[in-house]
């Protein structure tokens, strides 16, 4: 198979704490960055189609850096023969897990006939759960909402979870709220359709031999330890990608890991986490990845801190990315610890 490539994985199967698939965002630089700050966080793709993987080019989807285990691979589809199929590309490459896509409601995705839509087919859903299964020895986990459109009626999640459970699926990553299909734009579905922890908590209860993963609406450590309960684990999306500072907390209050030095401050540990990332950036820029691809990803590392603006700024200048390259990282971090020194005395 052309492009094949085998990579160990590391088991974990640890769903404690997990930063959610985002289209465009969690790629496998942001990944890199997010394992650089936090060493037993769940790291997901953004969602790869089938189509894109089997008539595509897989590599350019599946190609990551064995350091970012664990890491599952997302996919988008609603044909069992193909996510078969892509779910051994992604065994093949080393992957984690496998989730399938249940639960985004953009138009684009609806037009494929997968996401949230497929919540109306549960035995599609569970035909293609069982088709991967069947196919690779990984856990297939599915992302879902809790319904579709204003009905809060619980007969469609009860009949979905309940569908995938008889066919053997035992893990649920559910965003707590629904997805309006019409007249709302994916970011509104984000943020406009109420959140329903307690429906996640009673499912959970219906299913006790399953993993149920809580995602939505979840800003920072103390909410998502007050919101997770009894359950195995949250999920964290913008939040963790806008201020990924948080990330590197997640071993200390989740997993009860600290392996920094102890007299460290968070701002020693950013830092630290910044330097090992650069010497990623060194290896990609070798190889024709523009930094900018890279560099976009820590725009709200230090969000909060004085010199963080200005950090921001540089690092968004395109043109001296382009022309000054590790360089420019190299003094817009400066002129950022410059600030802070200054702002300590």
């Not at 994985?9 to 640890?14: D, G, L, T, V, Y």
């Not at 959610?20 to 790869?48: G, I, K, N, Q």
């Not at 988008?76 to 984690?96: R, V």
């Not at 599915?142 to 809060?152: A, N, S």
């Amino acid at each position: 198979m052309k492009h094949e490539k085998k990579i160990s994985a590391k088991p974990n199967q640890s769903w404690r704490f997990c930063i959610a698939p985002m289209m465009d965002w969690t790629d496998r630089h942001c990944r890199h960055l997010h394992r650089m700050l936090s060493r037993h966080a769940r790291l997901y793709t953004e969602m790869v189609t089938t189509g894109a993987l089997l008539y595509g080019d897989a590599a350019k989807h599946l190609a990551f850096d064995p350091l970012e285990h664990p890491v599952a691979l997302q996919l988008g589809g609603s044909e069992p023969e193909d996510l078969a199929k892509a779910a051994k590309l992604g065994a093949t490459w080393g992957y984690d897990e496998i989730n399938l896509n249940c639960g985004c409601p953009s138009e684009r995705v609806q037009r494929g006939a997968f996401g949230a839509c497929l919540m109306r087919e549960p035995r599609l859903v569970a035909d293609c759960f069982k088709a991967m299964a069947d196919a690779v020895s990984l856990p297939i986990t599915i992302k879902h909402r809790l319904g579709l459109g204003r009905d809060e009626d619980l007969n469609l999640l009860q009949t979905f979870v309940g569908t995938l459970h008889h066919e053997g699926c035992r893990h649920f990553i559910v965003h707590a709220r629904n997805a309006w299909l019409e007249g709302l734009s994916p970011k509104d579905n984000r943020e406009v359709p109420p959140l329903r922890y307690e429906t996640v908590y009673d499912l959970a209860r219906q299913f006790p031999d399953s993993v149920f993963v809580l995602n939505g609406g979840l800003a920072d450590h103390a909410q998502a330890l007050h919101a997770i309960g009894s359950l195995e684990g949250v999920m964290l999306g913008r939040a963790a990608y806008q201020r990924p500072a948080l990330l590197a907390e997640v071993d200390r209050i989740w997993f009860e890991a600290n392996d920094s030095d102890p007299t460290w401050t968070p701002l020693d540990r950013l830092v630290a986490a910044l330097s090992r990332y650069r010497a990623y950036m060194i290896e990609q820029i070798a190889i024709g990845v523009p930094i900018s691809s890279m560099t976009r990803h820590m725009l709200g590392l230090f969000q909060g801190l004085p010199g963080a603006r200005v950090f921001r700024r540089d690092l968004s200048d395109q043109q001296a990315l382009r022309a000054q390259g590790i360089n420019w990282f190299d003094a817009s971090l400066a002129r950022f610890l410059t600030v802070q020194r200054t702002a300590a005395t």
